[in-house]
């Protein structure tokens, strides 16, 4: 256990710096997104039935000067769709929202929910996973020996890193997820998986194959 725990701490530099540069370009979203919320809460007017597949902020002289806040892969209200026929991407999202101004769905996707949602894509904020089999799991004793992700059975491993705990290395990127103790029965390989977990860093250990802009992730309580 003390080795698990000093591996963790060759986390933390990372984490911290993280965290000194995201901090405040999120102070800097709320009020920003709250403006251009309201930008397009007037442009959404002249919508009617269809509307741009991905939502983003208003260029400035053509270029976007907000790229940092938006979101490319969701849009900044979360729900990527053009025709009100077609099926929303993420169908939790879309009912629980379904009946809140535009405003409100765009401030508290980019200001709070997502916030700064490209940065992923920024080199040092995001990064990029060529093989999962090169990733580095570690885990507490007398759980799992400690092995690449590569050498689990593919089953098992989807089903353990939903709570962990493990520390997963990617180079100098880390990982880590553990439950609350108290929060989860284990009977050998068998665990009920309920209660909240830590999890922080890069979503290494989320990956099953080669990806990129990979988002890092901070729930200290985040529920299953």
Aim: hydrophobic fraction near 45%.
């Amino acid at each position: 256990m003390i080795r698990f725990i000093l591996r963790t701490l060759l986390g933390v530099p990372g984490w911290l710096l993280y965290f000194a540069i995201m901090l405040p370009l999120q102070v800097i979203g709320f009020p920003l997104v709250a403006v251009l919320a309201a930008l397009i809460q007037w442009q959404s007017r002249r919508w009617g039935h269809v509307r741009p597949g991905i939502l983003q902020f208003p260029k400035v002289f053509g270029v976007r000067l907000f790229y940092l806040w938006e979101n490319d892969e969701d849009g900044v209200d979360g729900d990527p769709w053009s025709d009100a026929s077609d099926e929303p991407k993420n169908p939790d999202w879309f009912e629980a929202t379904q009946n809140w101004s535009v405003w409100r769905k765009v401030f508290v996707w980019s200001a709070w929910r997502n916030s700064v949602g490209n940065a992923r894509r920024l080199p040092f904020l995001g990064m990029n996973l060529r093989d999962p089999k090169d990733v580095v799991i570690r885990v507490p004793p007398n759980w799992i020996d400690g092995k690449p992700s590569g050498v689990w059975p593919d089953d098992y491993w989807k089903e353990y890193r939903k709570l962990g705990p493990y520390l997963a290395r990617y180079g100098w990127r880390f990982e880590l997820r553990f439950p609350w103790w108290g929060l989860i029965k284990r009977e050998g390989r068998n665990r009920t998986l309920t209660g909240r977990y830590f999890w922080i860093g890069w979503r290494i250990a989320q990956q099953d194959t080669p990806n990129t802009n990979i988002g890092f992730a901070f729930q200290p309580w985040a529920k299953l």
